[in-house]
């Protein structure tokens, strides 16, 4: 508990205890009602003394209905008359206010918890970074931490910032970041992210990028900016509390005053009394706490559950969103495929093995592709940038260089035919790089990449959560995309794509797909940013350390696992299911509250159970939603 809430728990029992003691005086003491209205005030005061000032505040401040308004009108009404009819019950003026901070201290703890276990989660924030000066370490701001800088990472350190090994192995924990306890070896010459914790060997990191724009501070700011965007349902529930409040009022001011004069101008007797204690009683049960406080928080909670699995949902929209999920489209490398290309193979014609592989590595020497990069590892030797220029990229088609002053190509098939080079055809199911050295075809490279080992049990898990189509897109050959689209069952494949190809073909079926399904895209993040932004939803895979996925995504997978889509949407589709069934309950229980209050027949007792009571069961239900392991 922090300061506040002790704080409240301390007015609660000091106003427990004093009306305990008062009602044991009164029993055996006759006092005038005067006495008891002040004696009763004091644990009145005492209690909701900050209940009275939020009141007159609002008031001032011309935004008067909310619960602090209505409660205390209901509770100095309640009081007023206790004492005008000389009853001298002013019990139930403090137990209304009393409860209703015992619904607020328990709100209070249940936000804090929810914010203390997505905290602890999502605790990766670095304290410090080891830079060594004159043989020591020292420890500085990981903000005053330059690029290019070697910062040293002792065991249980957390990384403080991006970088690459330059000295050291160890094995890393990325629980924070992926949401498996699988631990990650790491080796001299391998990327290291920030956030991960360092378990054994001390690691010595040349950072690649500044502590504000590391791995950490992104997914941090993240999950910070995650609760601005707030869903449809969030959207609904405070325009209705605009709208509700002011009408409840209205609702109980005629409810004090039509009946009465209906009854005078019928000669019946008005009884003020009543009327005006069941109006009250009307405020206390119309009070929308449980609503306000739940909903909120029961995003607030699937947000964090789902943070806690490596799944970080951008906003509580696209956690809305995903739960009408209906379609799926996967991009294949990076997603389905591990991304992990190999050269399996080279076909040769005018040049020899070595030749070809030798000018194919120069050529794509200026790329960060994966086909590009296992070229370059094939060839095994250090690239020697001079040798090459005029590097020219045709988009979906490959790319063209001088090497040695001759002019290479280096492509797929539509690269041949644009240039006018007659290839030959490849049986091998793989990626094929043709080549061409001065407009004669010099022969092919295949390039085989692996599937990821849960890419077919994802599909299965999809099915079974309810989507109604899976489609691959790729740029791929299109025996290539059949081969791999059959062994991971997806419906439907598109293959040879370019990438405003892709655009298109997600257009198509977001046009073919009714108003209320969503659809899903599945890209690296990087390549698929323009088609991850024109899904419905856009969802990054394989996302440890890519800046882009995370700016382009609206939910992001710290892991590349694609079994992690299926959970993110039973995640979301729990969450809703908690937000529904607290709208559907709290509503349906005040309704029914209120008109037994309206007529006579619920007392006040009944209107805290219809408050604090259903606002208690409402936030229990809500933390639900934080718990997501076995989704």
């Not at 970041?177 to 001299?188: A, M, N, Y």
């Amino acid at each position: 508990m922090n300061k506040k809430q002790k704080k409240l728990l301390y007015r609660i029992i000091a106003a427990a205890v004093l009306i305990v003691a008062i009602n044991v005086v009164f029993n055996f003491v006759e006092a005038p009602i005067l006495i008891k209205a002040i004696t009763f005030l004091v644990p009145y005061l005492i209690i909701g003394h900050d209940i009275i000032k939020k009141a007159f505040k609002g008031i001032k401040n011309r935004q008067p209905f909310d619960e602090s308004f209505l409660m205390a009108v209901a509770t100095v009404g309640a009081y007023a008359i206790a004492f005008i009819e000389q009853s001298g019950d002013f019990n139930e003026a403090v137990a209304v206010l009393l409860f209703f901070q015992v619904g607020e201290l328990f709100e209070s703890y249940a936000v804090g918890k929810s914010r203390r276990n997505i905290t602890e989660l999502m605790d990766i924030r670095p304290d410090y970074a080891n830079i060594e000066i004159d043989g020591e370490l020292e420890q500085v701001d990981p903000d005053e931490v330059e690029v290019g800088s070697v910062i040293i990472v002792q065991p249980g350190e957390k990384v403080p910032i991006d970088g690459v090994v330059i000295e050291g192995n160890s094995v890393l924990n990325t629980a924070a970041l992926t949401g498996e306890s699988l631990p990650r070896t790491i080796h001299e010459g391998d990327e290291i992210i920030s956030g991960s914790i360092n378990m054994e060997g001390v690691l010595k990191i040349r950072t690649s990028k500044e502590f504000g724009d590391s791995t950490v501070s992104k997914i941090l700011e993240l999950v910070e900016n995650a609760s601005s965007r707030k869903s449809k349902s969030e959207a609904f529930i405070a325009k209705f509390s605009r709208i509700y409040t002011p009408a409840v009022c209205f609702s109980a001011l005629a409810l004090a005053v039509l009946p009465p004069i209906v009854s005078l101008v019928m000669g019946i007797n008005p009884a003020f009394g009543d009327w005006i204690y069941r109006a009250l009683t009307f405020l206390v049960i119309s009070c929308p706490c449980a609503l306000v406080i739940s909903i909120p928080l029961s995003f607030f909670a699937g947000l964090g559950g789902a943070s806690h699995e490596g799944i970080l949902i951008k906003g509580s929209n696209y956690l809305e969103a995903l739960s009408k999920a209906k379609y799926v489209v996967f991009d294949k490398t990076g997603t389905l495929t591990k991304g992990d290309f190999e050269v399996s193979g080279v076909h040769h014609n005018s040049m020899s093995e070595a030749e070809l592989i030798d000018l194919a590595a120069h050529a794509e020497s200026a790329s960060s592709h994966p086909i590009s990069k296992s070229i370059q590892k094939a060839y095994g030797k250090e690239i020697d940038r001079s040798r090459v220029s005029e590097i020219k990229e045709i988009s979906g088609h490959g790319l063209t260089a001088k090497v040695d002053g001759k002019l290479i190509a280096a492509g797929n098939e539509k690269l041949m035919k644009l240039l006018g080079v007659k290839h030959e055809p490849c049986h091998k199911v793989g990626t094929i790089v043709h080549m061409a050295g001065d407009g004669v075809y010099a022969g092919h490279i295949v390039i085989s990449d692996t599937l990821k080992e849960n890419s077919a049990e994802a599909i299965k898990s999809l099915k079974k959560a309810g989507i109604k189509k899976t489609v691959m897109l790729t740029g791929d050959a299109n025996a290539v995309a059949e081969a791999v689209a059959k062994e991971v069952g997806v419906d439907e494949v598109y293959s040879e794509l370019l990438p405003a190809d892709k655009v298109s073909k997600v257009e198509e079926l977001l046009e073919k797909k009714s108003e209320k399904e969503k659809l899903v895209f599945v890209g690296d993040g990087i390549n698929d940013a323009p088609v991850l932004t024109r899904a419905d939803i856009g969802i990054a895979m394989g996302a440890m350390g890519s800046d882009a996925a995370i700016e382009a995504a609206d939910v992001v997978l710290m892991d590349d696992d694609p079994k992690k889509i299926s959970k993110a949407i039973n995640i979301s589709r729990k969450c809703l299911r908690i937000v529904y069934e607290n709208i559907w309950f709290a509503i349906g229980i005040k309704l029914i509250c209120l008109v037994l209050g309206a007529f006579g027949i619920a007392n006040m007792w009944m209107a805290i159970f219809a408050d604090v009571g259903v606002m208690v069961i409402a936030v229990l239900n809500a933390i639900r939603a934080l718990f997501v392991k076995k989704l």
